[in-house]
C-alpha cells in the first residue's frame, strides 16, 4: 500500500466542500497518515479566552485536503476507513459561542434573550489513563471522562459546482459530527465530482450526542485512513458500516427531516443487501432501528439511523469492502 503523510501549513487548509484544488492526487488503496487541526484553528488555549475576542469566525473547521482520488467519476462511491484516531494535543477545548447551539437563541431561531454568556472549558488528557478532565468554571466539580475520539467532519465535493462551508453537514457529508465516525469505521459516500475532492477535519476527543451547545472537546488529531473506490453504488446520503452496525446519516432542518432522510437511507440500504421491497425494509427498520442525534446545532441538524448486525442475516455491504479495509487495517 502506498502511503501518504500530510500536516498541512495554516494556509493549506480547506475551508469548504468544493471550489479547492486538491492538496494531493492519490490511487485507490493508498493509506493517509494526517494532522488536522481543532475546530478553533487552535485559537482557545484557556479558560480566560473568549470566542467573540479570539476567534475568526471564517476560520473554523479547518480542513485537511481535499485529496483527488484517481480514477472516481460521479455515481461512484468513495470508502474511507477510520484505522486510527490519537489526539495531538494534550488538551481539548469547548465553548458556548453567542447563538449558537441547541439550548440558545440563534439567527434562525430568533428570540429577543440575549446571548448565553461565553464560557470556555480547557479539557486535560491523560493518555495513560485513557481520559479528559471536566473542570466546572462556575461551580465546584471534576470528572474524568472516557476518551472518545472522532472525525467531526468528513465530505467530498458536492455536486453542481457547489461550494459549501466546512460547518455545514448535507448528502456529501461534511460537519455531521456523530460520534459513529470512530476508529474502527468506514464511510461510504457518493462522488459527484471528477476525484470525489474528500477532505478530513475537525477532531473530537469525545463528544455527547447532538452536541448540545455545538462544541464537543475539540482538539488536534493524528488521522490514519484507508481510501478505496467502488465503481457506481453512490448512496444518496452517508453510509457508514461498523463490525457490529450499520448506519445512516441525514442531515436538514427541522431535525425531524434529518432523521427522515436517516431513515429512508436505511430502508434503501435495507433493500440492496437483502432483497427487500421498500415496504418490508420500512417494516423491520421499524422494530430494530435505533436513532442517535447526531448534532442539533449546525446549518443543517444530522440525525442517525443505525441497525445492529446481530440481528439480520449475513450480508456483504459494497461486496465485503469494510471486512477487506479492516484487514487491511491490521497489516498496518
Known amino acids: 500500500m502506498d502511503v501518504v503523510e500530510f500536516r498541512p501549513e495554516p494556509e493549506q487548509y480547506a475551508w469548504t466542500f468544493g471550489g479547492v484544488a486538491p492538496t494531493h492526487r492519490i490511487t485507490p488503496g493508498t493509506v ?55 489526539p495531538a494535543r494534550d488538551w481539548g477545548a469547548s465553548t458556548t459561542i ?27 488528557l491523560d493518555r495513560a489513563r485513557g481520559t479528559v ?12 471522562l472516557p476518551l472518545a475520539p472522532m472525525l467531526g467532519t468528513v465530505g467530498v465535493a458536492p455536486p453542481g459546482r457547489e461550494v459549501r462551508s466546512s460547518l455545514v453537514p448535507d448528502t456529501f457529508g461534511g460537519n455531521m459530527d456523530t460520534p459513529e465516525m470512530r476508529a474502527g469505521t468506514t464511510c461510504f459516500l457518493g462522488v459527484n465530482v471528477e476525484g470525489a475532492l474528500f477532505s478530513v477535519g475537525d477532531g473530537h476527543y469525545r463528544q455527547g450526542e447532538g452536541e448540545s ?24 446520503w452517508p453510509r457508514l458500516e461498523h463490525d457490529d452496525h450499520y448506519a445512516v446519516v441525514g442531515s436538514s432542518r427541522p431535525l425531524e427531516d434529518a432523521w427522515r432522510a436517516s431513515q429512508v437511507g436505511m430502508v434503501g440500504w435495507l433493500g440492496e443487501l437483502y432483497g427487500l421491497d421498500p415496504l418490508d425494509a420500512y417494516q423491520l427498520l421499524t422494530q430494530i432501528s435505533r436513532s442517535p442525534l447526531a448534532n442539533v446545532c449546525d446549518t443543517n441538524y444530522s440525525a442517525v439511523t443505525k441497525i445492529e448486525k446481530a440481528l439480520l442475516p449475513g450480508a456483504d455491504a459494497y461486496g465485503g469492502m469494510h471486512r477487506h479495509l479492516r484487514d487491511q487495517a491490521r497489516s498496518l
Open 133 to 144: 478532565l471536566f473542570e466546572a468554571q462556575r461551580s465546584q466539580l471534576e470528572i474524568e
Open 213 to 236: 451547545c455545538g462544541t464537543a472537546v475539540e482538539g488536534a488529531m493524528n488521522v490514519t485512513l484507508i481510501v478505496e473506490l467502488i465503481k457506481g453504488g453512490a448512496p444518496a
Open 32 to 86: 493517509l497518515r494526517l494532522w488536522t487541526e481543532d475546530a478553533f484553528s487552535g485559537r482557545l488555549q484557556r479558560t480566560s479566552d473568549k470566542p467573540s475576542q479570539v476567534l475568526d469566525m471564517t476560520q473554523v473547521n479547518p480542513q485537511t485536503g481535499p485529496f483527488h482520488v484517481e480514477g472516481a467519476e460521479p455515481g461512484d462511491t468513495l470508502a474511507l476507513h477510520i484505522v486510527d484516531l490519537t
Open 98 to 124: 453567542p447563538f449558537f447551539g441547541a439550548l440558545t437563541g440563534t439567527d434562525r431561531t430568533a428570540l429577543l434573550n440575549e446571548p448565553l454568556p461565553e464560557q470556555t472549558w480547557i479539557y486535560q
